[in-house]
């Protein structure tokens, strides 16, 4: 159970990255320092937009529409830090009862 935890919580620390990536990326092609048409800027932001999509959708449902800003990637930043620092912990703590 341990080992899922620990996969889980890397798992998320991934997702994280990734968010903030994709956040920097969007920031540096609104501001024409990168060109979306660029191959490589093109396909990352392509692959960052299907890992990251199924995650804003729901959130975007819920969220008014605020024109450019989008905050479904604060959302869901907020989602899992509170996962990885609460509930993860909870988890572990509540194996370590058990084993004893």
Do not use: K
């Not at 991934?14 to 320092?33: H, K, P």
């Amino acid at each position: 159970m341990y080992l899922l935890v620990s996969l889980l919580s890397t798992i998320l620390l991934a997702l994280q990255v990734i968010i903030f990536v994709q956040v920097i990326l969007s920031w540096l092609t609104a501001f024409n320092v990168v060109s979306r048409h660029s191959p490589i800027v093109g396909g990352v932001v392509q692959g960052l937009d299907r890992i990251t999509e199924p995650l804003y959708r729901p959130i975007r449902r819920v969220l008014p529409d605020l024109g450019a800003i989008d905050l479904a990637p604060l959302v869901v930043l907020i989602a899992i830090s509170l996962l990885r620092g609460s509930v993860l912990p909870l988890l572990l703590s509540g194996m370590a009862t058990d084993v004893i």
